[in-house]
């Protein structure tokens, strides 16, 4: 936009589209997402004049529903890729996040640095960190809370299975944390099918009381 003979960025609010255009802007990630690939073939069908509109329209639908399924493929692979990331920093008992987690920290933390680690080998992973907006990567601290809960009723469910039908005790035990909150463990104890005695820990939770009774 111009004014008074001098050239001024477009702005909405006083607020320049940085964050909009360029490279890593949204315009260009949405250039080539599923939605605008599609959108774009729509246009293009119901444009051309050789044949009917329904014909256009419905090779676009094709072919959009081509992209759709493509698109939920390659959303798979990438999920799976971070649930793995997760289950071995959980499983390894390593810490996921880092004091300084933006794009100009030397050190994003462990789940973020190996993360992208990892996308220099996975092409998938790599397209989806380059060409998605920043809240639906799945890397945010909520979508990590999620996939462990998750992982952690998978965990719990398997020990179950393999305890049903067995002798079996809970074991309790309350420690503080840095914080000084007492904490209670619970602790499974039991004897498997092969006759070996193994103790899980299935649940760390808040004790309110140190009173026997309440523990």
Known sequence: MFFEGKYQPFT???KPWKKATGKDGKLFKHESSSAHK???????????????VAVHLSQAYAEQLRRDKEQREKNRAALESIIDVIRFLARQNISFRGHREGKDSDNRGNFLELIHF?????????????SNPQN????????????????????VSQIADDLRGSCFSILCDEVSDRSNSELMSIILR??????????????????????????
């Open 12 to 14: 909405i609010d006083n």
């Open 38 to 52: 599609a959108a774009t073939e729509m246009y293009k069908a119901r444009m051309e004049e050789r044949s009917s």
């Open 118 to 130: 990892i996308a220099k080998y996975n092409p998938v992973l790599q397209d989806r960190l380059g």
């Open 136 to 155: 639906i990567l799945w890397l945010s601290p909520e979508i990590q809370n999620e996939l462990l809960h998750l992982l952690s009723l998978e965990v």
């Open 190 to 215: 039991y004897v498997t099918t092969f006759g070996f005695i193994r103790e899980v820990v299935v649940g760390l939770n808040k004790a309110d009381s140190t009173v026997a009774a309440n523990l």
